[in-house]
């Protein structure tokens, strides 16, 4: 039963054979949790945007989720066949249109209204920007289709002629900006070059390595203080609420990445209570993105990072479903502008329910059909399925064992569902209703044959 248009923050948009976006996903939109000052994510936002505050920079955020695919994939140069396109990991609207699945999906518009700006606001060159982005995914305590992405930019001008003969000139003017940089004394992990012929490439044809050089040394510096600022803070809650012991000293590194919009590419890591912790993504941003987005005689960085993940670890947010809670239990342990050390008010009894099934015969996993031209099998939809039943009640969906039979070549699968509440204890009944309904929508749906 399809629906032929979706209300979504008060446009119409029409839906075809691609939409995959369900109402469930919809009722997200438009809660706004980085603008509620006393919220986690709030004030996660708050404590990332200081620093980076005007003039030169912009705090922006995007209510609207819905974008192009043009500006989600075609400007950003994600190729044709990427796997963030397919229907199994983005929520379509139609054909055309996805919800967001990064903030990238703006850079762009960004960029764009920096060269509009240039006359009345020429001093800000950079911006953040903070927005709900919505990926199909796993169901775990750190994964929900919605979550919460900070982005941010910063751009120097070139001379229109000839960039290149002077690139020493503009390499000199950002290191300029480098040292304007507040030093730390944290201990920073850089082990490779800035630039490496294979694995993180020049974009030769437009920059020299003096520029590159001089933007890589501004994008580290200014990141590592942000984490640093923001995980000191951090870890004050932390040693807190352990009885005003010492908090451990901050470690950070660098590691080579891959975007298509960036290159060279870096992550930042964070070595937190134990572990080393992606925290964000960045890079020297594509010269034919500024190009195309009416600043060709600029040059500059970009980053992108969760917000969720970062709140999780200086809150102590177990799971990441408390972000929508209501539930005053949750809600009035935060306050703006302050860290402190999330208190679980209860743990509700989990619930385990397992289901195992034969794909439908010819089905091949992976999201690819190739093999025998049966119906694609993605774990993803398998997901969505929970969830569009179970909502919030479940916790975690694993596959927990999988064959192939040796004669009939069918393959088997066994998934295990964890139905858990947040906020009250779940009857048997209710969970077993909900279980019976999962069994029948993956033969209704998913054409497969229970076990
Ligand atoms: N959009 C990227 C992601 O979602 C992060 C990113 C942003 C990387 C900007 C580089 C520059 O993974």
């Known amino acids: 039963q399809t629906k032929s248009t979706l209300q979504i923050e008060g446009d119409s948009n029409t839906t075809d054979q691609w939409t995959n976006t369900t109402d469930q996903i919809l009722s997200h939109v438009g809660r706004r949790l980085y603008l509620d000052e006393n919220h986690p994510l709030a004030i996660t936002r708050k404590l990332i945007e200081s620093q980076f505050p005007a003039p030169v920079f912009g705090n922006y955020f995007e209510k ?32 055309k249109t996805v919800l967001r699945t990064h903030t990238s999906a703006h850079q762009q518009a960004y960029f764009q209204q920096i060269s509009r700006n240039e006359q009345t606001r020429p001093e800000e060159v950079g911006y953040t920007v903070i927005a709900d982005v919505y990926r199909r995914d796993a169901i775990d305590r750190s ?77 580290k510096r200014s ?38 919009f960036t290159s060279p590419s870096w992550e930042l890591e964070v070595f937190w209570q134990g572990d080393w912790l992606e925290i964000l993504g960045c890079g020297v941003i594509k010269q034919d993105l500024l190009i195309n987005s009416d600043v060709p005689n600029r040059v500059g960085w970009a980053f992108g990072l969760g917000i969720e993940r970062i709140a999780m670890l200086l809150f102590n947010i177990p799971d990441i479903r408390l972000f929508w809670s209501k539930d005053e239990r949750f809600l009035s342990q935060f306050r703006a502008e302050t860290i402190t050390r999330f208190e679980p008010f209860s743990k509700h009894p989990a619930c385990y329910k397992d289901v195992a099934f034969w794909l439908p015969p010819a089905a091949v996993t992976g999201g690819s059909s190739a093999a025998g031209g049966g119906v694609p099998f993605h774990e993803n939809d398998v997901m969505e399925l929970v969830r569009g039943i179970g909502g919030d009640l479940v916790e975690d969906v694993s596959c927990i064992d999988e064959f192939t039979h040796p004669k009939t070549g069918r393959k088997s699968m066994c998934y295990r569902i964890n139905y858990r509440s947040l906020e009250r204890t779940l009857t048997n009944e ?22």
């Open 223 to 260: 990141l590592e203080r942000m984490v640093i600022k923001v995980f000191t803070e951090g870890s004050k809650a932390a040693a807190a609420s352990a009885g005003g012991v010492e908090p451990e000293p901050l470690k950070v590194r660098w590691v080579e990445a891959y975007f298509p």
């Open 143 to 219: 994964h929900y289709p919605v979550f919460h992405q900070m982005e941010g930019a910063m751009l120097w001008k070139r001379p229109d002629n000839d960039p290149l003969a002077a690139s020493k000139e503009t390499a000199a003017r950002i290191m300029a900006d480098v040292e304007l940089i507040p030093k730390h004394d944290v201990v920073v992990e850089d082990p490779n070059p800035t630039i490496h012929a294979q694995r993180n490439p020049l974009q030769a044809e437009h920059h020299s390595e003096e520029e590159v050089e001089a933007i890589a040394q501004h994008l």
């Open 430 to 451: 209710e969970t077993n209703e909900m279980h019976e309904k999962v069994r029948t929508k993956l033969v209704g749906d998913l054409g497969v044959e229970l076990r």
């Open 64 to 95: 609207n989720p819905v974008v192009s695919t043009r500006q989600n994939f075609d400007v950003l140069g994600f190729p044709l066949d990427h796997p963030g396109r397919s229907r199994t990991d983005t929520y379509y609207v139609n054909d």
